[in-house]
Nanobody, 124 residues
Framework: QVQLVESGGGLVEAGGSLRLSCVASASVRSFSTYTMGWFRQAPGKEREFVGGIRWGAAYTNYVDSVKGRFTISRDNAKNTVYLQMNSLKPEDTAVYFC???????????????WGQGTQVTVSS
């Protein structure tokens, strides 16, 4: 069982930045084998894939709406994955979730473990 805990959310003005963190309660060895994903869910909308990072960190993938603004990275020694969000827009307002899966990266919600989420609010 893996527990994921997100942090770093908050209120920011449009154009600002936030960095979200997700810490996994897994052994360092097993965490390094997981594909990690970030998702978000805005009020009244379905949860959507934001981006993901493969276990080796050599491959990342992002939804088109955040490309060039968001960056995912991971520190396997710290069991942590990050989501750096720059040039934030009001439409980025959502609850952000991290997720982990054993296997290749997918953009669906087919992940094995989920965090509780952290709220990001971008004011105009």
């Amino acid at each position: 069982q893996v527990q994921l805990v997100e942090s770093g959310g908050g209120l920011v003005e449009a154009g600002g930045s936030l960095r979200l963190s997700c810490v996994a309660s897994a052994s360092v060895r097993s965490f390094s084998t997981y594909t990690m994903g970030w998702f978000r869910q805005a009020p009244g909308k379905e949860r959507e894939f934001v981006g993901g990072i493969r276990w080796g960190a050599a491959y990342t993938n992002y939804v088109d709406s955040v490309k060039g603004r968001f960056t995912i990275s991971r520190d396997n020694a710290k069991n942590t994955v990050y989501l750096q969000m720059n040039s934030l827009k009001p439409e980025d307002t959502a609850v952000y979730f991290c997720a982990a899966r054993s296997g290749v990266m997918v953009t669906t919600q087919d992940y094995d473990y989920w965090g509780q989420g952290t709220q990001v609010t971008v004011s105009s």
